[in-house]
């Protein structure tokens, strides 16, 4: 069974920067989409940004132009680099990898997800 890790929460200050991580491993299928989401209190999870297997990204509205999405070399690590970090991203962010593009699919697996707080 895939395992999904995520990695890199922490409590940070508006403006501040984070770096999160996603490692997934024993996958019997090959991995072609990954994504982040995120889940703040009293939210439905939302999609932050996702990366195809040939590299195509796309992001939500209001992460445009601060996160960055990309994968590591072998295709099973994934990163989110974020940048001006405002107190509305403040969510438990989620790793889901699947063997679909567009992450559709029973076989699309999730993390734990990962705590960010950020505060004003």
């Known amino acids: 069974q895939v395992q999904v890790v995520e990695s890199g929460g922490d409590s940070v200050q508006a403006g501040d920067s984070l770096r999160l991580s996603c490692a997934a491993s024993r996958s019997r299928f090959a991995i072609y989409g990954m994504a982040w989401y995120r889940q703040a209190p009293g939210e439905q999870r939302e999609l932050v940004a996702s990366?195809?297997?040939?590299?195509?990204?796309n992001y939500a509205d209001d992460v445009k132009g601060r996160f960055t999405i990309s994968r590591g070399d072998g295709g099973s690590t994934l990163n989110l680099r974020m940048n001006s970090l405002k107190p509305d991203d403040t969510a438990i962010y989620y790793c889901a990898v699947s063997p679909n593009d567009d992450l559709s699919g029973p076989l699309t697996t999730w993390g734990q997800g990962t705590q960010v707080s950020v505060s004003s």
């Open positions: 990366i195809t297997r040939s590299g195509a990204t």
